[in-house]
């Protein structure tokens, strides 16, 4: 079966995915095809069940929860840290209702957290990979900086405002979940559990051949220092990426049952994550 497996061309992706992409993994019968795009073109994408399994915004679920089941593996949830507010002088969280922030997109994790933390925010969509410039250039005020920019911002001169990740630690004691992976329920339940098993173990193979998928994970780093890089990798694909565990189930769904309440997402949903 030929299954298009979608996620971000990001370094901390394709360490968890070098298994399966150097054939260091069995591919279980899977024919699989890699595409790669940001994560906002893949929450919209997965509203047409494009791929069969892609990577998505826990943000995105609820509107595409009668296509695909999530899986517990694979995914980021950052236990303590996550998305930086950024600006290019410091400002204090009162300032944010006059500012403009530039954002990853409206489907992301990062969009609805800031909106639980300032719903008053104005914001405007601008290419993840832009943003740092976009606000060093003043055409926002502010940053919501996800994927290396959380490691990177210093070096373009620009001052942290707040750690998402943190606030929301500090408001539930819960870690963040911002992304996983997901597999379309049409595929049957043995396939859904079969790629289900195939995505945990490309993260084990990575995790136990660490410098080795780091080695192809800096093809992916856009410019990064392999230091920094490593630095991101380890925050991103850790034990938690090969199983979130009742931490993580419990986390995806109080935030989604925040975001439902806060009025930001239309409908409320049963997280639903495929056992295998």
Not at 22 to 32: E, M, Q, T, Y
Not at 41 to 62: D, I, K, W
Not at 195 to 206: A, C, K
Not at 231 to 245: H, I, K, S
Request: with cysteine; proline share 4%; aromatic share 6%.
């Amino acid at each position: 079966m030929r299954i298009s497996l979608a996620h971000s061309p990001d370094s901390d992706d394709a360490f968890m995915f070098y298994g399966l992409a150097s054939g260091k993994v069995d591919s279980l019968g899977f024919d699989v095809e890699h595409v790669l795009c940001d994560i906002e073109t893949l929450n919209r994408q997965a509203r047409e069940g494009r791929h069969e399994v892609t990577a998505l915004s826990f943000h995105a679920y609820p509107s595409v929860a009668d296509l695909y089941a999530l899986m517990p593996c694979g995914g980021s949830i950052g236990d303590g840290y996550g998305p930086l507010l950024v600006a290019r002088e410091p400002l204090a969280l009162e300032d944010l209702r006059d500012r403009l922030v530039a954002v990853p997109g409206t489907l992301t994790t990062a969009y609805l957290v800031l909106k639980l933390l300032a719903p008053e925010a104005r914001t405007r969509v601008v290419p993840f990979n832009l943003i740092l410039d976009e606000v060093r250039n003043g055409g926002a005020d502010v940053g919501l900086v996800i994927h290396e920019g959380q490691l990177t911002y210093g070096g373009q001169g620009l001052h942290k405002i707040l750690d998402l990740g943190a606030w929301w630690k500090e408001e539930t004691g819960m870690p963040l979940p911002l992304g996983g992976n997901a597999v379309r329920r049409d595929l049957g339940a043995e396939s859904m559990a079969r790629l289900t098993r195939l995505v945990r173990e490309t993260v084990r193979y990575s995790l136990a051949h660490r410098q080795e998928a780091l080695g192809y994970a800096m093809g992916f780093a856009r410019g990064m220092d392999p230091g920094v890089a490593d630095r991101f990798v380890g925050m991103w694909v850790n034990e938690m990426t090969l199983d979130c565990g009742s931490r993580g189930r419990e986390a995806v769904q109080h935030l989604l049952d925040r975001g439902h309440a806060a009025g930001i997402i239309e409908k409320r949903v049963t997280v639903d994550f495929v056992e295998a």
